[in-house]
């Protein structure tokens, strides 16, 4: 999903977008995930940290993305829709999948390597979910049009709190999303992170999650409809705010979970995402004040590669071992640990390796180089 800046795009979306991945980044590289600040780490389970606002938001920029894309699928025809929408869909989910099968092969235990077992290999995950809300979001707003959209995100979410409500209810252990992920994908092939075989990223959240991305669909062809003046703003802030108001009235009934991706977690995490973007677009394109974006615009440009990259290295760190630890604990310890506190010390870890990530995508940038999936 990345391309560099064009006349037909704002550049905000890809600041926004470049935020995103850098955040991303930032909080799944701590140098010492024991010694973490508070924001830097997900909510537990109910409530809701700013690191719990990364991840949809990164759905709803995909979502404006597909508001330039979308119309120019539509003209080439249902099958060019269906066949462009599949092929990137199927490409970010493999590529997800063989993140977590990476390294692929596996000592024997006999001075000899084998090809790892995809039976014990993750199927949902990050890139996973981002493929398939973009795959249906796309299909249903070809297909089904601007209302089919709102008619699935109302429904969706209604839907979504009746089951989680009928069928289960919100703990780790008894949720229903858990119990269906079960049932379709089987124990081993769930994350494990939590303590028992939950996923995260699993089936049944995807439906929630989709509405971001059609949240970010209408919000960027509101405003390549209506342009980028004060009123055209002023409705995206106040639906923000509508949206906020709707959460945290649900969030007393339904709570807001980033790991259940609940109904009122989706309406608040967009309700943010619509007031950062006229913020963005009221500084950038408004006022012209460009010159710290273009930072942010290099992740922007090469969202999907470079997000790939920092994925790919973290395992490469943790698998690599140097005097009896692995590489990332080694380069920790040797480098950032006793240079602060130690919640500082982790964080300049993750900084550091967010800024060396963002350096391979300068020198993507200056050479135009962009990787499109």
């Keep these: 999903m990345s391309a560099p800046a064009s006349a037909s795009r704002y550049l905000s979306l890809d600041v926004l977008r470049g935020l995103t991945v850098a955040l991303m980044i930032v909080v799944n590289t701590p140098g010492d995930d024991s010694h973490t600040f508070a924001p830097l780490l997900h909510a537990l389970w109910h409530g809701f940290t700013p690191t719990d606002w990364v991840f949809p938001t990164f759905l709803f920029a995909v979502g404006n993305a597909l508001s330039f894309a979308l119309p120019k699928y539509a003209a080439l025809g ?110 081993s092939h769930l994350y494990r992170g939590e303590g028992l075989a939950f996923d995260p990223e699993g089936v049944l959240g995807t439906l929630p999650a989709t509405v971001n991305v059609i949240a970010g669909y209408f919000a960027g062809r509101l405003i390549q409809q209506r342009g980028q003046g004060g009123g055209t703003l002023l409705r995206l802030v106040a639906a923000g705010m509508a949206c906020i108001a709707v959460a945290l009235c649900w969030n007393a009934v339904f709570p807001i979970n980033k790991k259940l991706w609940t109904s009122s977690y989706v309406l608040l995490t967009v309700g943010l995402d619509l007031l950062v973007l006229p913020l963005l677009i009221y500084l950038i394109e408004g006022r012209g004040q460009r010159r710290w974006t273009y930072f942010f615009e290099v992740f922007g440009k090469n969202t999907l590669f470079i997000y790939l990259l920092s994925e790919l290295l973290v395992v490469i760190l943790f698998r690599v071992q140097v005097g009896g630890q692995t590489a990332y604990a080694w380069l920790y310890g040797a480098l950032f640990k006793g240079i602060g506190p130690a919640p500082v010390s982790s964080l300049l870890f993750a900084v550091a390796f967010m800024l060396c990530c963002w350096l391979v995508g300068w020198i993507m940038d200056r050479r135009r180089i962009y990787v499109k999936v």
């Design 78 to 187: 249902n099958g060019a829709v269906l066949a462009k929408v599949g092929r990137r869909s199927a490409l970010i989910f493999l590529l997800g999948f063989l993140l977590y099968w990476f390294p692929f092969f596996a000592s024997d235990g006999a001075d000899g390597w084998m090809l790892s077992p995809l039976s014990a290999t993750r199927i949902p995950g990050v890139l996973q979910r981002i493929a398939l809300c973009f795959g249906l979001a796309s299909l249903i707003l070809h297909f089904w049009k601007a209302r089919g959209g709102l008619l699935f995100c109302v429904a969706s979410l209604l839907g979504y709190w009746a089951i989680m409500a009928h069928f289960g209810d919100y703990t780790l252990a008894g949720n229903a999303g858990r119990a269906l992920d079960l049932l379709l994908l089987g124990e």
